[in-house]
């Protein structure tokens, strides 16, 4: 018995010992540009370099299971695996018909039953653990470490939701960034991703995650010494009660002491770092897509992304009309007959046409079975809203109903959390709704992480400051926003940012309102978001009535449509302003828009093809924009592949183009 036991003392110090020989294991991008060196002792790290620039200082990363097991300390190597990938996929519903996936890999196989893999593109790097264990597992936490040889920029969005100042993971995800320091971090504070690090040389690195399944997002606090990020995430909830707005979210009351219990052979979600030695390239970026699971979906044929007349932001503020507008049957055939016209796809029905707390209780005002035969007759779909809290009480009886109404879709509102629970519902909503061949946008959300490639029914999320908070934010910087989400917020997925306004209104002008809103900035600025902003399911926020007095307007909205073919970023600085071109068929869409600043922008046609005339249609920013933002230039002109031509933005203006074959 004695000598089993020193034998096994032996061989514990042996392993021990060999854990904390520290092992060095290097992965270079395809183009050679990034390398990331990953080093193995007492503890696992890895540091990211572009060229001769350090982007991520040694940083730790470990996964602590149930019983004090944690994966990353002392951790012993089994072997490991390299492998090189150059592929591409189909990508449906986005802003490229096809993705390019070209990286490394380097697989750490460790004993204790887990690895963790790595990849490095030519745009930044990745690594997620995983685990390979036949009973479920416990997760306590996961170290995520960001640490900095210097004390950088910022761009950074912090979670700040007074409803629950207690429960700080209790959030709506929308907030601009503040430019500060690493240093500068607010004390006792969260943020959210994405968020950006503005490096030397002009480089900028943006943080992300892909693939969150079974598992709470991330958010980062400043870590003790200041010179970098630690993770945070929200515990699995345990209790919970109704409250916030109108009572229809879910507070916390209670959470366990783990964030998850989950299948003990999984992959986690990717922890990313984007690199970008030009800013415009942050404006078309694939590395999400790239690192989230293909399509669960067979037949994909039913999905029809577009546009929707929307009627919560414009307060259903119709008028020259013989009947009482509101939430009623006249007001939304009103909303039909316009989308009809227009070849808009969809009408949604937001809140007040049900009971919020139970929809599959009508508002009596409200004839749904009508409007849906009205819409069809009009080639015009129906979406529903509903808040999750509503949806979640009975997700299959609900989605099962509608979806046999001839409803296309649903409107999900107010989850405002992404712990474990959330995101697994979201999942189980997203598969019941495909199941049933309907459509879902979810408004009051986390920032995407690819579910929309695994679920391609998801058109849309929020998880943005968009234009409905113009109604009552009159101190918000938005020209600045919108010229700073195409880099960062944009770069997770789609944004329910609901442009469209047709009252515009200069920097001083500005005033809230809540049934006649106003957007901050240019006529031209509105225009150019359709194109900016990525959203395969994207509102039309102002109203039909608006739209019907402003029909140049309504006309180049309707034309543009919500998925492309091909996208190029022409030229762009974050939280300045921003260009890009994007190819539906044989047409070209362009939208430009700066900041608070005016400028002078050109924009290079080389991007067409060449030996070909192009007709151009342009709407530019009027002579007297800076004074009425409502003014706005149209003109049709004749260009081709050489063409260079400058425009003035005005303070908060824009451009916007269609850009078809003569």
Not at 84 to 98: A, D, G, L, Q
Not at 104 to 127: C, H, M, P, W
Not at 191 to 207: M, Q, R, T
Not at 542 to 557: G, L, N, R, V
Request: net charge neutral; proline share 4%.
């Amino acid at each position: 018995m004695k000598q089993t036991i020193s034998l096994f003392l032996i061989l514990s110090f042996f392993n021990l010992s060999f854990a904390q020989k520290k092992q060095d294991f290097t992965l270079k991008s395809p183009n050679g540009k990034i390398q990331i060196t990953i080093a193995v002792s007492d503890k696992i790290t890895w540091t990211i370099s572009h060229e001769k620039d350090i982007v991520l200082a040694p940083s730790a990363m470990s996964m602590s299971l149930a019983e004090n097991d944690i994966l990353g300390k002392n951790a012993v190597v089994l072997n490991s695996e390299k492998e090189t990938i150059n592929t591409s996929f189909e990508s449906p519903f986005y802003k490229k018909k096809s993705v390019k996936n070209n990286y490394n890999q380097l697989t750490l196989n460790f004993k204790n039953d887990f690895s963790i893999e790595y990849r490095v593109f030519d745009d930044g790097a990745a690594y997620r653990f995983i685990t390979k264990r036949k009973k479920d597992i416990t997760v306590k936490n996961e170290e995520v470490v960001l640490n900095f040889d210097q004390d950088y920029n910022t761009l950074i969005p912090y979670v700040r939701d007074l409803r629950n100042p207690k429960d700080p993971y209790i959030s709506s995800f929308e907030a601009h960034y503040e430019n500060k320091k690493i240093s500068e971090f607010a004390k006792d504070t969260l943020a959210f991703l994405p968020f950006l690090i503005d490096f030397k040389n002009h480089k900028k690195a943006v943080f992300l995650e892909a693939n969150l399944e079974d598992y709470p997002g991330l958010f980062v606090t400043n870590n003790i010494s200041k010179s970098g990020f630690e993770s945070r995430f929200s515990k699995y909830p345990l209790q919970e009660k109704n409250g916030g707005f109108n009572n229809i979210n879910r507070l916390i009351t209670e959470r366990a002491d783990y964030l998850v219990k989950t299948k003990g052979t999984r992959n986690f979600p990717w922890r990313i770092v984007v690199i970008s030695e030009n800013d415009r390239d942050l404006a078309n970026n694939d590395m999400v897509l790239k690192l989230s699971e293909p399509t669960k979906i067979k037949d994909i044929s039913w999905i029809k992304p577009g546009k929707v007349a929307w009627d919560w932001w414009n307060d259903w503020n119709i008028y020259n009309i013989d009947f009482k507008a509101g939430i009623n049957t006249e007001t939304y055939k009103y909303y039909i007959d316009f989308a009809s016209k227009n070849k808009v796809e969809y009408v949604v029905l937001d809140e007040g046409w049900s009971l919020e707390d139970d929809i599959m209780k009508h508002n009596p005002n409200v004839d749904l079975e009508a409007l849906i035969a009205y819409g069809k007759e009009r080639n015009v779909g129906i979406i529903l809203w509903s808040s999750w809290v509503a949806l979640t009480k009975n997700t299959d009886g609900i989605l099962k109903n509608y979806a046999g109404l001839g409803i296309k879709g649903f409107k999900v509102d107010f989850l405002d959390r992404d712990d474990a629970k959330m995101v697994s519902s979201v999942y189980d909503i997203a598969q019941k709704a495909a199941d049933n061949k309907l459509l879902l946008d979810f408004h009051g959300m986390y920032k995407p992480t690819g579910i929309q490639r695994t679920f391609p029914n998801i058109l849309n999320f929020e998880g943005v400051k968009g234009l409905e908070n113009n109604k009552w934010t009159p101190n918000d910087n938005v020209p600045t926003y919108d010229c700073s989400i195409p880099f960062i917020r944009m770069m997770a997925g789609p944004m329910d940012y609901t442009p469209g306004a047709m009252r515009n209104a200069t920097k001083s002008e500005f005033k809230p309102s809540h049934s006649n809103p106003v957007s901050q900035g240019t006529r031209c600025h509105q225009l150019a978001l359709y194109t900016i902003f990525e959203a395969p399911l994207q509102m039309m926020a102002d109203s039909p009535t608006a739209y019907m007095k402003e029909q140049e307007s309504t006309d180049f909205i309707a034309k543009t449509p919500t998925t492309f073919d091909e996208t190029v970023a022409l030229d762009g600085e974050v939280g300045k302003f921003v260009a890009i071109a994007r190819r539906k068929d044989s047409a070209w869409y362009l939208g430009a828009i700066t900041n608070w600043d005016s400028r002078e922008i050109t924009i290079d046609f080389s991007f067409l093809e060449k030996n070909k005339k192009y007709e151009a249609e342009i709407f530019s920013d009027g002579l007297n924009a800076d004074k009425a933002a409502n003014d706005y230039k149209r003109e049709i002109i004749t260009i081709d592949s050489a063409a260079k031509l400058k425009y003035r933005l005005v303070s908060g203006g824009g451009l916007a183009m269609i850009v078809q074959v003569k």
